[in-house]
C-alpha cells in the first residue's frame, strides 16, 4: 500500500466562497507533536496564500528540522471547518475506512520519516521533504480493526511519555526562568545585596547602586561601520547562543563585492531585529556579519559583562521599545537611535565581578538543563522507537492495554 492510496496530500479548497467570514490559521511554530494552536483570520486574506487545511486532516512539517522533530498535529474544530497554515506545512486527508490516529502514528514513524529526509531537497535550513516521497511512501496496511488497536495503545503508551516530557519541560523553563531573573538583578543591582540605592532617572531602572555611572551606549562603545566582501571575512551567524561562523551549508550570498559588516575579534554583534529573543553575543574571531547587525568594539566596559547585560530582560525591553517596524518580525532598532539609549554602569572593576558571578551561577544552571536536555532527547528517542515498532509490526502489542 502507499500513501496517496488512503490519503490525499494537500487538498485543495473546494468549498464556497467565504469572503471574510472568520477561518482558523496557523503559523509554523503552532504546529508541534498532536498539538496545534490556531488564531483567527478572514478567508479572503488567507485563500490562495497559505496551505489549506480541514477538520480531520493531518498535518506535518516539510522542512528540516521540524519534519525529524515530529511536528505533526490533526486539526480539528476549526472555524468553519476550515484551516489555513504555513506554506511549510503538508497536508493528508484520508480516504474512507482508514483510522486517523493510525495515519499520524504512520507519518511519525521513522521508517516514514527517514524516507522523507532521503528525499529532501534545498540547502541547509531549508531542506524539503519531497512530495513524490510522500506519496510513494509504501507500508503494510493492516485491518481497520489492528489500525484502531494500534493507535489506541500508542495513544496510552505516548500520553505516559509525554507527561514525563511536559514534566521535565516545565523544569527547564523553570530554570531559565532563575537564570534571566539572577542576571536581571545582578546588571542592575549588582550581587552586594548591603548597597544604598539612588533614583537612576531612566524609564527601565527606577534604582541603581549610588555608585554607577550612567551614560549612554556610545559612550561606553565604539561603532564599527565598515563594509567588507565575505570572501575576505568569514561569514559569522548570531543568535541567542551567540557568535559562531556561518555553517558551511548555509546558503552563501550571491552579491557581489563589499556587502557585509566587519566583526574583530571582542566586538560585540547585536541583531538589530532580534524580536526580544536575545541574539546577540561577543565575537571569538574576526569575520563578518549582515548589515543589519550592530557590531560594537567595548571601549569602557567589559565584555563579558556585555554579554549578560544585553540578555537582561529589562534592558532587551528597552531596545525593542526604541525600535520602529510594522510586525514583530520586521522590528528593527537602528544603531542611530541606539546609540542615545542610557544604561546603568559599575566600575570596570565591579563588572568583572559581577561578570564572574553570573559565569558560575548561570553556569551550575546551564549544566542542570543540559541534563535535563538529555533525558527528554532520550524520552522522545523511546518514543519515537515506540511508534515506528509497532506501526511496523516489529512489536506485538497486548490488546489488553490498547
Known amino acids: 500500500m502507499r500513501i496517496k492510496d488512503i490519503a490525499i496530500l494537500n487538498p485543495i479548497y473546494s468549498g464556497q466562497d467565504l469572503e471574510n467570514e472568520e477561518v482558523s490559521f496557523s503559523p509554523m511554530e503552532c504546529l508541534r507533536y498532536d498539538v496545534l494552536r490556531t488564531y483567527s483570520i478572514p478567508f479572503s486574506q488567507a485563500k490562495g496564500k497559505y496551505t489549506y487545511f480541514g477538520n480531520n486532516d ?16 490533526i486539526a480539528r474544530n476549526l472555524l468553519n471547518g476550515v484551516g489555513f497554515g504555513s506554506s511549510e506545512i503538508n497536508v493528508l486527508r484520508p480516504k474512507e475506512n482508514i483510522s486517523l490516529r ?19 531537497c534545498g540547502v541547509g535550513g531549508l531542506k524539503r521533504v519531497s512530495p513524490r516521497a510522500i506519496n510513494t511512501f509504501e507500508f503494510d496496511l493492516p485491518s481497520l480493526a489492528t489500525q484502531k488497536t494500534i493507535a489506541s495503545y500508542l495513544d496510552k503508551k505516548c500520553g505516559k511519555i509525554g507527561c514525563e516530557i511536559d514534566l521535565l519541560e516545565r523544569k527547564v523553563d523553570a530554570y531559565k526562568r532563575l537564570r534571566c531573573s539572577i542576571i536581571n538583578r545582578a546588571v542592575t543591582r549588582g550581587i552586594n545585596l548591603d548597597i544604598s540605592l539612588k533614583s537612576s532617572g ?54 557581489v563585492g563589499d556587502t557585509r559588516k566587519k566583526v574583530c575579534k571582542e566586538d560585540f554583534v547585536v541583531n538589530s531585529r532580534s524580536d526580544r529573543k536575545g541574539s546577540c553575543g561577543i565575537s571569538p574571531m574576526d569575520g563578518s556579519v549582515s548589515l543589519i547587525y550592530i557590531v560594537l568594539e567595548p571601549k569602557y566596559i ?16 528597552e531596545f525593542y521599545r526604541n525600535g520602529k517596524g510594522i510586525v514583530a518580525d520586521l522590528w528593527t532598532t537602528n544603531y542611530s537611535v541606539m546609540r542615545n539609549i542610557e544604561i546603568a554602569v559599575p566600575p570596570y572593576a565591579e563588572q568583572k565581578q559581577i561578570a564572574a558571578y ?16 538529555v533525558k527528554i532527547e532520550r524520552l522522545k528517542e523511546l518514543k519515537r522507537s515506540l511508534i515506528n515498532e509497532v506501526v511496523t509490526g516489529q512489536r506485538a502489542i497486548n490488546t489488553l492495554e490498547a
Not at 493531518?58 to 498535529?73: D, I, Q, R, S
Not at 507519518?107 to 529532501?120: E, L, P, Q, T, Y
Not at 554607577?212 to 559569522?236: A, C, H, T
Not at 553556569?363 to 543540559?370: A, H, S, W
Open 58 to 73: 493531518v498535518l506535518f512539517a516539510k522542512v528540516t528540522p521540524c519534519f525529524e522533530n515530529l511536528n505533526t498535529a
Open 358 to 373: 553570573l559565569d558560575d551561577k548561570c553556569g551550575k544552571i546551564d549544566t542542570l538543563i543540559e541534563k535535563i536536555g
Open 102 to 120: 493510525y495515519i499520524f502514528y504512520l507519518v511519525c514513524s521513522k521508517r516514514f520519516i527517514d524516507n522523507g529526509c532521503a528525499s529532501m
Open 302 to 317: 567589559d565584555p563579558t559583562f556585555v554579554n549578560y547585560y544585553f540578555r537582561c530582560n529589562d534592558w532587551i525591553e
Open 202 to 255: 531612566l524609564r527601565w531602572i527606577f534604582y541603581i547602586p549610588v555608585h554607577w555611572q550612567i551614560g549612554r551606549i556610545r559612550n561606553f562603545f565604539d561603532y564599527r561601520n565598515e563594509k567588507v566582501s565575505e570572501n575576505d571575512f568569514m561569514p559569522l551567524s548570531v543568535s541567542k547562543k551567540g557568535v559562531v561562523p556561518q555553517m558551511e551549508n548555509v546558503a552563501k550570498s550571491t552579491a
